[in-house]
C-alpha cells in the first residue's frame, strides 16, 4: 500500500467524522429549537410539585415558537408561530419580562382577563375561591434537617386541574393582596410553594407574563440529584439520585 494511499483514506475518515459531529449538532440544535428543551430546577419555589436539583424535559411545541424559542434568542420577529395559549394549572417555562436573559417556571394560574387575588392564603378567580382542602404534610428530607413538615393542600382550579401546595408561615404579605386584573395577551404565574416563591404576585419582579415569553411546557423529569449534589457527580449517583422521580409526568 502506497504512502499516498494510506494518507488519502486518513484524510477520509477525519472528513466523515467532521461531517457526523456537523449532523449530530444540527440533529440537537433542531430538537433544542423545536422540540425539547432541558431545564433545571434552581430553586424552592414550585415544591413539592418539582424539586432543587430536578431535570426536565420541556417541549418547546407545546405553545408554539418565539425569538425566544431560537438559540441566543435573536430578535428577528416578533409574536408566535403556531401558537396555542396554555392552559390553567400547566406548568411553563417562561422568559422573566423584567430580564429577558433569566427563565423561570411557575404554574399558569390567570388567563388573559381574569381577576386574580389572595384572601387569607385562598387563591380567587374572578371572585370565586379556589377549592383547597388540607393534605398529609410535606415531610422535608433535602433540607439536611430530616423531618421537617410543611402543611400541604390539594388545590383544584376551576377547569379541574389538581395540584398540591404549601404553607409553610402561618401568614406572609402575599396571602393577602389587592386584586391583580391579568392584561390582554398575558398569563399570571404563581410558584406551588406559595410563601416562597417570586412569581406574578410581586409586580415589581415578575409581574404579568407576556404570551411571547412563554418558552415551553414542563413535560418529564428525567433526571433528580438531592440538594448538595452535581449530575457530574457518578460516585455519588447510588445515593443521591432520587431514583423514584426519574421520568414521571410534571403535573
Known amino acids: 500500500m502506497s504512502v499516498a494511499t494510506d494518507q488519502k483514506r486518513q484524510e477520509g475518515g477525519f472528513a466523515e467524522t467532521v461531517r457526523v459531529i456537523f449532523h449530530a449538532l444540527i440533529i440537537a ?13 434552581p430553586s424552592g419555589s414550585m415544591e413539592a410539585t418539582l424539586l432543587v436539583g430536578d431535570f426536565l424535559f420541556v417541549s418547546k411545541y407545546s405553545y408554539g415558537y418565539t425569538h425566544y424559542s431560537l438559540p441566543f434568542s435573536p430578535p428577528i420577529f416578533s409574536g408566535r408561530v403556531f401558537g396555542s395559549e396554555p392552559k390553567r394549572g400547566d406548568v411553563v417555562v417562561f422568559r422573566l419580562p423584567k430580564d429577558d436573559s433569566i427563565d423561570y417556571i411557575k404554574r399558569v394560574i390567570g388567563l388573559p382577563g381574569d381577576t386574580i387575588q389572595m384572601i387569607d392564603g385562598v387563591l380567587h378567580i374572578n371572585g370565586e375561591a379556589v377549592k383547597r382542602e388540607p393534605a398529609p404534610d410535606y415531610v422535608d428530607n433535602d433540607q439536611g434537617l430530616p423531618g421537617v413538615h410543611i402543611k400541604r393542600w390539594h388545590e383544584t382550579l376551576p377547569n379541574g386541574v389538581s395540584y398540591y401546595t ?47 415569553n412563554i418558552i415551553g411546557r414542563a413535560q418529564i423529569i ?11 457527580q457518578v460516585w455519588r449517583w447510588p445515593w443521591a439520585v432520587r431514583w423514584s422521580r426519574l421520568f414521571s409526568i410534571v403535573r
Not at 440544535?29 to 430546577?41: A, D, E, K, S, Y
Not at 408561615?169 to 395577551?185: F, I, R
Open 166 to 212: 404549601l404553607q409553610q408561615y402561618p401568614s406572609t404579605p402575599y396571602d393577602n393582596t389587592d386584586p391583580y386584573l391579568v392584561p390582554a395577551g398575558h398569563f399570571f404565574m404563581m410558584g406551588d410553594n406559595r410563601q416562597n416563591s417570586q412569581d406574578s404576585r410581586v409586580l415589581s419582579a415578575v409581574g404579568y407574563v407576556p404570551f411571547e
Open 29 to 41: 440544535v433542531v430538537i433544542r429549537t423545536f422540540l425539547f428543551q432541558p431545564f433545571n430546577i
Open 222 to 232: 428525567f433526571f433528580s440529584m438531592g440538594e448538595g449534589g452535581h449530575a457530574w
